[in-house]
């Protein structure tokens, strides 16, 4: 049964599903992790710890964005935006196991409130399908748009010998600029202020806590 025959309650059962693998499970990545090949590198406590924050803080933007496009697919109008954004979601989920897989790499955990911001992500998304297709894509265009601006903060505060994070976040970095500009062709609009605003406070709370918990 495709996308396309689902009934609502498949979908509901296929979201939880989702939901539970996104914060409890390991995805698995449908692309390799672009740090495969460069080499491992020591870094002194302090520098591992600081990467790992910062990658605890990507990992559970990552969270977020899952649970973004998994609210406004649940209740997208148009079936066409509805497979957009599952597309969207499935290369969303190869940023999520590469950075797993990273934070692992430098002995650490992701953000124990993973549940809470994809709950909250969750219920963003499918709000903004409620309003209609056009508000939908433009949540992505404007999530997107940030998320390409603390990646490059991110790219910038990295311990200076960390490529294999850098070579993680410039790959994401590269998908979210992508992934912005086609919400954008599909008709996203421009969120009127103070929404992106809004935003970027909720996200400002996220990395702090992230960061640490």
């Avoid at 294999?164 to 086609?182: K, N």
């Avoid at 970027?200 to 709370?205: E, G, I, N, R």
């Amino acid at each position: 049964m495709n996308a396309r025959t689902l009934s609502p309650l498949d979908r509901l059962l296929a979201g939880i599903e989702r939901a539970l693998e996104t914060v409890a499970g390991a995805p698995e990545a449908n692309r390799a992790s672009p740090a495969h090949g460069t080499a491992h590198v020591e870094l002194d406590d302090a520098e591992r710890r600081h990467a790992a924050g910062l990658m605890r803080i990507n990992h559970t933007g990552e969270v977020c964005a899952q649970a973004l496009y998994d609210g406004q697919a649940a209740l997208a109008r148009n079936e066409a935006n509805r497979e957009h954004l599952l597309h969207a979601a499935a290369e969303e989920t190869d940023h999520l196991a590469w950075c797993a897989e990273r934070l692992k790499e430098l002995d650490s955990r992701p953000s124990l409130l993973n549940p809470l911001w994809y709950a909250g992500s969750y219920a963003i998304g499918a709000l903004a399908a409620l309003v209609g297709d056009a508000v939908s894509l433009g949540f992505v265009v404007e999530t997107e748009r940030q998320v390409e601006a603390h990646l490059a903060e991110h790219l910038e505060r990295l311990p200076a010998q960390d490529e294999r994070s850098r070579a993680v976040l410039a790959q994401m970095q590269s998908d979210e600029v992508r992934h912005a500009q086609a919400a954008q062709a599909r008709g996203g609009m421009a969120l009127p202020f103070p929404i992106p605003q809004l935003m970027q406070a909720s996200s400002l709370v996220m990395k702090t806590v992230a960061y640490r918990v």
